[in-house]
């Protein structure tokens, strides 16, 4: 049984779609459904039922399921075993992080661990917080960088990272821009523009609202805070910015604000799960990190 039949199997079975999975494999499709066809012929069963709605797993491929996830799980402590005995600090990191996070973070991470450790190597996943936890518990992934409250919290060790400034941004001719802080009470008349409700920034944005005496109408909600930011320029309402995010989008038309009277912050995490042992390598990027932080 080939080992890169089983990761197109277990690819396949989360994407729920051939294209998908295949660009996450880096394969061609006809090559990865080739390699399906073929485990299931060495199985002498049918993993995949394909209909007009998509990609389902039969009754077999859902059993068969644990059984491939182990196989990989074993294969990959083998390769840590080996890449710890020989004292190697290399191999692959998956790691993911939320979409507010993932482009303002992980890039320094990632150059500052490559400067120190060259032969360790990332892929990444940029999901919501639940898609996240449900890699890290089926084993996709090493690590996430989250902002908690998680459903992970009472099962999962974690890394904490400087706490992250949530701004008031407001369009910039607003009459409220030249405030460096404001009181939320004073947009009580405002329309709020803000992220779906499966990011945790959104969640947090209500909260910090709610607490502020605030019951914003909410006008917009978008999947990626660079269009929340454009719909904000153009004066539909106010959104939160993360303040790790203000170099991004500094050609943004808006002004950035603190909210009185004490500024709101967001804690930001490096979790794993308590149960998986932790490679030599993973154990290094952990003491980077620690380094990186007190920079």
């Given at each position: 049984m080939e080992i890169h039949r089983i990761q197109y199997f277990l690819e396949v079975a989360r994407q729920k779609n051939f294209s998908r999975?295949?660009?996450?494999?880096?394969?061609?499709?006809?090559?990865?459904?080739?390699q399906?066809?073929?485990?299931?012929?060495?199985?002498?069963?049918?993993?995949?039922?394909?209909?007009?709605?998509?990609?389902?797993?039969?009754?077999?491929?859902?059993?068969?399921?644990?059984?491939?996830d182990a196989i990989l799980r074993e294969v990959s402590a083998a390769r840590e075993f080996s890449?710890?005995?020989?004292?190697?600090?290399?191999g692959l990191i998956k790691l993911g992080a939320i979409p507010t996070i993932a482009p303002y973070l992980l890039p320094g991470i990632i150059a500052y661990t490559r400067r120190t450790h060259p032969l360790i190597q990332f892929e990444i996943f940029e999901?919501?917080?639940?898609?996240?936890?449900?890699?890290?518990?089926?084993?996709?992934?090493?690590?996430?960088?989250?902002?908690?409250?998680?459903?992970?919290?009472?099962?999962?060790?974690?890394?904490?990272?400087?706490?992250?400034?949530?701004?008031?941004?407001?369009?910039?001719?607003?009459?409220?821009?030249?405030?460096?802080?404001?009181?939320?009470?004073?947009?009580?008349?405002?329309?709020?523009?803000?992220?779906?409700?499966a990011h945790c920034l959104s969640r947090q944005s209500q909260s910090i609202c709610h607490l502020g005496g605030l019951n914003p109408k909410i006008t917009i909600q978008s999947s990626q805070l660079e269009t929340a930011l454009g719909m904000v320029e153009l004066g539909f309402?106010?959104?939160?910015?993360?303040?790790?995010?203000?170099?991004?989008?500094?050609?943004?038309?808006?002004?950035?604000?603190?909210?009185?009277?004490?500024?709101?912050?967001?804690?930001?995490?490096?979790?794993?799960l308590r149960r998986h042992r932790l490679s030599k390598t993973q154990q290094a990027l952990l003491a980077l990190l620690r380094t990186y932080i007190e920079k």
């Open positions: 999975a295949a660009e996450r494999c880096n394969v061609s499709q006809p090559s990865l459904s080739q399906i066809k073929k485990l299931e012929d060495e199985l002498g069963e049918c993993l995949f039922l394909r209909s007009r709605d998509g990609i389902t797993l039969t009754d077999f491929g859902q059993q068969f399921l644990p059984h491939a890449e710890d005995y020989q004292g190697k600090i290399a999901e919501t917080t639940q898609r996240l936890v449900e890699l890290l518990r089926e084993g996709t992934l090493d690590f996430a960088l989250l902002s908690p409250p998680t459903p992970l919290d009472e099962e999962a060790d974690f890394l904490a990272l400087p706490e992250d400034e949530l701004l008031l941004t407001l369009p910039r001719e607003h009459r409220l821009a030249n405030d460096k802080a404001i009181k939320l009470k004073e947009l009580s008349q405002e329309s709020m523009v803000q992220l779906k409700d309402g106010f959104t939160f910015t993360p303040r790790m995010a203000l170099d991004s989008h500094r050609h943004r038309q808006v002004s950035y604000h603190s909210v009185s009277p004490r500024p709101v912050t967001r804690d930001i995490r490096l979790i794993w």
